[in-house]
C-alpha cells in the first residue's frame, strides 16, 4: 500500500470549535499562527498597482525583490549579503517540505533529515513526503537544541538539520553560532527557520549568517512579519552553491512568487515601521493572555520570542486543557502534540486576535 497522508494536526480541533463557537460572540481562535492585523497600507497599494499580472515573474525573484530582502538583512540583522546568494519562496512553507526531496536528489547516499523534537509539524513531514527518516532532535529544558544527543549514525546519513529560532511553538532561542559549528563539523546542511526574528524578545534579533554562510541557509517570511501569509512571499539566502542549486532546481519546477506579490514584498521589505507597531501589539496580547490563564491556575513564561504562549497542562493533559478552554472560555488553542510527542503536555496558544477579544475569553472564564 502506498502513502497515505496523516490526518492535519488543525483537523483535530473541529469539535473543540463546536464548544468554543457555542458561545456568544463565537470563537476565538488562537488555535493557528494567523495574522488578523491589516498589512501595511504601502503594501496594499503596491500589490494592486505594480502592473505585473501579465508576465511570467522570475523564479528566483526580481532584482528588486532580492535587494529589498538584502537589504532587510543588512538593516534588521546586521548581514551584508550579495543579493545573488538569495533567492525568493512562495512563503516558506512549501520550502521547508520540499527541501529534503530536492537534497536528496542532490545527495543520494543520504537519507535523513533532523529536526527538533518539539517543532512546527512540517519539518518532518517534508521528510516523509521525501521518503525519507525524520528523525528527532532532543531539546533542553529552555527548548534549544541538544545536539550532543544525536546519535553520529544519524549525522552521518543526514541531509539536513532544521533549526528555528524563535522556535515554534515553545520561543526559545538556539546558539546559532554553535549550530552552524555543529553542522560544518559533521559536513550536514544546516536550514535555519528565522520566520519570528523580529519578534525576538530576550535579546536582539540573530541570525545563523551572522556566523558566515558556508553551509547554511536562512528561512524567511513575510507572512508573519507583515501579515502577508496570504500573499505566500519568503526568501532564503546563505550558502552560495545550496541557495544556487535550490533556485535552479526550483525554477525547472516553476516555483514562482506571483509578480504584483513581488511588488507587495519590496514595500514591505522595505519599510519597518508596520513591523515595529506589529511588535507592540503581540508583546501586549502576550502579557495580557499570560494574566488571564494565571487568574485560572495555569502559569506559562513569556516566551523569549514568538507570539505564542507555550502553557503546561495542569497533569500533563494538554486536550483536557485545550477542551476546558474551549467550553468554557470558547478559545480555541493547539495541543502541544501537534508539534511532536515531547510537547505533550503543553498547549500552545497564538495571540493572534485583537485584545477585546482575548479580553472576551477572560471574562468568560470569570477573570475579565
Known amino acids: 500500500m502506498g502513502f497515505t497522508p496523516p490526518p492535519y494536526p488543525y483537523d483535530r480541533l473541529v469539535e473543540l470549535r463546536r464548544s468554543a463557537d457555542a458561545h456568544d460572540g463565537g470563537c476565538v481562535d488562537l488555535s493557528v499562527g494567523t495574522p488578523t492585523d491589516p498589512p501595511a497600507a504601502v503594501v496594499v497599494r503596491a500589490l494592486a498597482e505594480s502592473g505585473a499580472e501579465r508576465g511570467y515573474p522570475p523564479s528566483a525573484g526580481t532584482p528588486a525583490y532580492r535587494d529589498a530582502a538584502a537589504g532587510w538583512l543588512r538593516r534588521r540583522l546586521g548581514v551584508d549579503l550579495d543579493p545573488a546568494h538569495l533567492a525568493a519562496c512562495v512563503g516558506t512553507k512549501e ?6 526531496h530536492w537534497l536528496r536528489l542532490r545527495s543520494p547516499g543520504r537519507d535523513t533529515v533532523l529536526y527538533p523534537e518539539v517543532s512546527y509539524p512540517t519539518y518532518e513531514m517534508g521528510a516523509l513526503l521525501a521518503g525519507a527518516r525524520a528523525v528527532p532532535v532532543r531539546v533542553d529544558e529552555r527548548f534549544r537544541l541538544d545536539l550532543s544527543s544525536v546519535d553520529p549514525a544519524d549525522a552521518a546519513r543526514a541531509l539536513c538539520l532544521w533549526v528555528n529560532t524563535p522556535g515554534n511553538p515553545a520561543g526559545g532561542l538556539d546558539d546559532l553560532g554553535a549550530v552552524a559549528a555543529w553542522g560544518r563539523a559533521h559536513g550536514v546542511p544546516v536550514f535555519s527557520d528565522e520566520c519570528y526574528v523580529e519578534f525576538t524578545w530576550d535579546g536582539p534579533p540573530r541570525t545563523i549568517l551572522e556566523h558566515g554562510l558556508d553551509g547554511v541557509v536562512a528561512v524567511h517570511s513575510l507572512s508573519k512579519r507583515s501579515n502577508l501569509a496570504g500573499a505566500r512571499a519568503g526568501f532564503y539566502a546563505g550558502d552560495p552553491e545550496l541557495v544556487g542549486y535550490l533556485a535552479e532546481l526550483r525554477k525547472h519546477a516553476g516555483f514562482m512568487v506571483p509578480g504584483p506579490v513581488q511588488a507587495a514584498a519590496v514595500a514591505a521589505w522595505d519599510d519597518d515601521r508596520h513591523v ?4 507592540d501589539r503581540y508583546r501586549r496580547r502576550l502579557e495580557l493572555f499570560a494574566g488571564i490563564l494565571a487568574a485560572v491556575g ?9 507570539f505564542y504562549l507555550w502553557a503546561p497542562a495542569p497533569g500533563g493533559d494538554a486536550w483536557g486543557l485545550a477542551r476546558r478552554l474551549a467550553t468554557e472560555g470558547g478559545a480555541l488553542v493547539s495541543p502541544g502534540d501537534f508539534y511532536g510527542a515531547a510537547g505533550a503536555g503543553h498547549v500552545r496558544v497564538a495571540v493572534v486576535q485583537p485584545e477585546e477579544r482575548l479580553r472576551l475569553v477572560g471574562r468568560r472564564l470569570g477573570c475579565g
Do not use: S
Open 298 to 306: 495555569i502559569d506559562v513564561p513569556l516566551p523569549a520570542g514568538g
Open 276 to 279: 515595529d507597531e506589529q511588535r
Open 95 to 100: 520550502l521547508v517540505a520540499g527541501v529534503p
